[in-house]
């Protein structure tokens, strides 16, 4: 196994071509994911890790295979047929496309010895089955468009070597259930498998022991040394676009990816911020694979300031030194909060992380910090205080206090009364 004792990866046993990218890259220390996981990984064995959005997950399993597949004969059966010996799942296409780029970047000094293919939905399917004769060492594809293409014969997966889900616990999710064990029954069952996530929820956690032999667990997520600032503004109940607009003129940010829940909220909220005099584009699975990557690339750039997305964009995405996260929606998920708010405060960077919540946002909020192990502070914004939200809650305190003993409401009144001193700050 490798020795990485030490975190600098010019002291990592990794062939000359991957330290001379790294060092290109300005790679020098491994991460904690990175120093944990490589070693397993080269020495063959399954892995379950979890750690932090941002810690370099996809190069703690991208290096591996490019160090395996360079120093190994193990890519000389490609030339076979139309094979791959190396499978990463991912959830979204724009993850797909940006790990294999990843990948390819880092094994930019190979000379071409390691293939690498990136398939998805929402564009043609003959530019991939194209690309795909041959076989590839390394594919990344969606579930979706990976079993059209082994329906059409452009690829197999008998002769699979490594399997690995990234954004692992949506992949193992119910949405994905079903195509994931249909591509399993075309797969050897003596393969190494590796799941990466951020977030591995205890109902996920119970579906990977079919999956993994004797794995290697890694469990790193921490906030205690995060750069990522996270903050929780109160308002009342429809005063959440004009805080918004507040604070995105208050703070003149050049890039800032605002959440909602739904594809026709995007639009909603873009219109109602174009009519306060802010433009913002927006990203959600309505949209075609083109106008995506367009909108996604401007964003990355600069040339867009404001992004409103549904959470096809909190999986996976990195967005170098993106300043601000706004949840605007909560998420329906706990697990997806961690996810949203993990596109800022990335690799070091510092980043905030902003929920703007009403009353009816209240008690989800508590559920979601409750399952992050988050205590955060309600904070309020001058001119947007809550106070029409304070009379309302008291005011049915007040009502409940005033129902006779006897009548099954005391218990009910005591817990309107503790929630609303919550809200307040004036109760632990």
Not at 326 to 345: Q, W
Request: some cysteine; glycine content about 6%.
């Amino acid at each position: 196994m490798t020795d990485l004792t030490s975190s600098r990866f010019a002291e990592i046993e990794f062939i000359q071509p991957l330290l001379a990218r790294l060092n290109e890259l300005g790679y020098t220390q491994a991460t904690p994911i990175q120093q944990h996981a490589m070693p397993a990984i080269l020495a063959g064995r399954d892995l379950i890790a979890g750690a932090n959005t941002g810690s370099g997950k996809t190069a703690a399993f991208a290096l591996p295979l490019l160090q395996s597949l360079s120093t190994s004969k193990s890519n000389s059966n490609r030339n076979a047929g139309n094979i791959v010996t190396h499978l990463i799942l991912v959830p979204t296409r724009e993850l797909a496309q940006q790990v294999a780029n990843s990948i390819k970047s880092y094994a930019s000094h190979l000379n071409g010895a390691v293939k690498t293919v990136a398939v998805f939905g929402g564009v043609s399917a003959n530019t991939q089955m194209l690309a795909l004769r041959g076989g590839a060492d390394i594919l990344v594809a969606t579930p979706g468009r990976l079993l059209d293409l082994i329906s059409s014969n452009a690829i197999k997966l008998d002769k699979l070597n490594t399997l690995i889900l990234d954004e692992a616990d949506r992949m193992l999710s119910l949405g994905f259930t079903d195509e994931l064990s249909s591509l399993l029954e075309m797969m050897p069952d003596n393969k190494q498998t590796l799941l990466f996530s951020a977030t591995f929820p205890e109902q996920v956690k119970a579906l990977t022991s079919s999956l993994l032999n004797n794995p290697v667990e890694i469990q790193l997520q921490s906030s205690d040394e995060s750069t990522l600032v996270q903050r929780v503004f109160t308002v009342n109940k429809g005063q959440k676009t004009a805080l918004l607009a507040h604070l995105i003129k208050q703070h003149q940010w050049k890039q800032a990816l605002i959440f909602v829940n739904a594809k026709n909220s995007c639009n909603h909220l873009a219109d109602k911020l174009s009519k306060r005099g802010i433009t913002a584009e927006v990203f959600h699975g309505d949209k075609g694979q083109g106008a995506r990557t367009r909108v996604l690339d401007a964003f990355k750039s600069g040339e867009v300031d404001v992004l409103i997305a549904t959470d096809i964009a909190a999986r996976g995405l990195d967005i170098e030194k993106l300043p601000v996260v706004i949840n605007f929606d909560l998420p329906r998920s706990p697990a997806d909060y961690m996810h949203r708010i993990g596109r800022s405060g990335r690799a070091g960077e510092i980043g905030l992380a902003l929920s703007i919540i009403d009353h009816e946002d209240y008690h989800h909020f508590n559920v979601i910090e409750k399952k992050n192990k988050l205590r955060l502070e309600r904070e309020q914004v001058a001119g947007f205080e809550t106070i029409e939200f304070e009379k309302n809650v008291f005011a049915s305190a007040e009502k409940v206090q005033a129902k006779p003993e006897g009548t099954g409401k005391k218990k009910r009144k005591k817990k309107k009364q503790i929630n609303a001193d919550i809200w307040l700050g004036s109760a632990e």
